[in-house]
Nanobody, 125 residues
Framework: VQLQASGGGLVQAGGSLRLSCTAS????????IGWFRQGPGKEREGVSC????????YYSDSVKGRFTISRDNVKNTVYLNLNSLKPEDTAIYSC???????????????????WGQGTLVTVSS
């Protein structure tokens, strides 16, 4: 089982990035995918998730209206578009997979089984 996050980088405040999470080794479309982040000196927090079918999505209040999650079950990839970035979005972003009802998702970390290495997003002011 592998999950690989990519697409991070250095961007100015107000800018955009597109993160990708590519998976292999499990039945991808049966798993919800969550994006989590851990900023400097902070605990890891759930940012967004998408159900296995792609029909249900969730965003934390801190990113709602700025981030958009989507998935391509043919390519075994989930995307997270980050727009209107703020310095407080600076963090390592990781993706994870949870075997949940295909029509729902949650960012409760205890539900997530597979974790990938993260990608660093740095937002300068």
């Amino acid at each position: 089982v592998q999950l690989q996050a990519s697409g991070g980088g250095l961007v100015q405040a107000g800018g955009s990035l597109r993160l990708s999470c590519t998976a292999s080794g499990f039945a991808f479309d049966y798993y919800a995918i969550g994006w989590f982040r851990q900023g400097p000196g902070k605990e890891r927090e759930g940012v967004s998730c998408i159900s296995g079918s792609g029909a249900f999505v969730y965003y934390s209040d801190s990113v709602k209206g700025r981030f958009t999650i989507s998935r391509d079950n043919v390519k075994n990839t989930v995307y997270l578009n980050l727009n209107s970035l703020k310095p407080e979005d600076t963090a390592i972003y990781s993706c994870s997979a949870a075997l949940i009802n295909r029509s729902w998702c949650t960012t409760a970390q205890s539900r997530y089984k597979y974790w990938g290495q993260g990608t660093l997003v740095t937002v300068s002011s």
